[in-house]
């Protein structure tokens, strides 16, 4: 009953399911909800690794025949995101031979992470599904793990749920702003606008350490090559290599720091561009 259901949903949403006999866990984010009188509320595809399946949502005709249903999917099972970075989730509505507008919500996210709808609402009529993007959002100071969250597809009484995952790694990006020389303040006095929150807080995860450690990684976007001012390399926030005091790799327009900056001991760490000297401060902190 189960996998025959799943076969028409395909059926009748091609582009959002692929081939049903080659559906893997990357590309379910699992099926749940439906009203009650829904004769199989859910179940666990034990065929499918780490998919979940669960009760379409229905409309039950008289005589306790489902004619009328729809299914929620994420395009993935699990996600990951960087801290003070964003993610998109994509939601597709799949209906077998529902017609309506259904409204979509997200709950379950943790402490830190917001997520929004664009649309918030979608059109669905017989086999002609839609499709809506979340994009998820989290900031700094989020504590690095990975949780469960809920995508909710309601129409009426006629509920349904995917259940994929966000992992917040333990990672930051940071960026040097384009145009930065003119942010700069003195060397008796630096600016610190430059670079996001002053400190930049950070939440340290479970079993934070060298061997699970907050990645600070540098992203240039100015124009100019720049290099990373630090002075705490047995913690892990080295200075950028610069033999004779000069950096001997900056960082280019559009280009990632070379130099690892894999922090492992809670503190405050002050940074600033060494090449124009301590005028521009960021400082990570982590506790």
């Known amino acids: 009953m189960r996998s025959s259901r799943l076969l028409i949903a395909c059926a009748a949403f091609a582009l959002a399911c692929g081939d049903a006999s080659t559906i893997g866990s990357d590309h379910w984010g699992g099926i749940g909800g439906g009203q009650s009188g829904d004769t199989d509320p859910g179940s666990v595809d034990t065929t499918d690794s780490g998919a979940t399946t669960g009760g379409d949502a229905g409309v039950i005709a008289e005589g306790g025949s489902q004619t009328q249903s729809f299914q929620v999917m994420t395009d993935k099972t699990s996600y990951d995101v960087e801290l003070r970075a964003k993610v998109q989730v994509q939601v597709t509505i799949a209906p077998q031979g529902f017609t309506g507008t259904v409204n979509l919500a997200v709950s379950g996210l943790s402490t830190g992470v917001t ?54 790694m333990p990672q930051i990006t940071i960026q040097i702003p384009n145009n930065v020389e003119a942010m700069a303040g003195t060397g008796g006095t630096p600016s610190t606008d430059a670079f996001g929150n002053y400190p930049i807080t950070i939440n340290a995860p479970a079993n934070f350490g060298t061997n699970n450690p907050i990645v600070v990684k540098f992203l240039n976007l100015d124009s100019a090559p720049h290099c990373i001012h630090a002075s705490n390399p047995t913690q892990g926030f080295p200075h950028d290599t610069d033999p004779n005091g000069v950096c001997s790799t900056p960082m280019q327009k559009n280009q990632m720091d070379s130099t690892a900056h894999n922090v492992n001991t809670k503190g405050s760490y002050l940074f600033y561009l060494h090449d124009e000297g301590d005028t521009t401060d960021g400082m990570i902190k982590i506790q």
């Open 115 to 168: 997520g929004a709808f664009s649309p918030t609402s979608v059109s669905v009529s017989g086999t002609t599904g839609a499709t809506s993007m979340l994009t998820l959002t989290t900031l700094e100071s989020v504590i690095p793990a990975a949780t469960p969250f809920t995508v909710t597809a309601t129409s009426g009484s006629t509920t349904a749920t995917a259940a994929p995952s966000l992992n917040v």
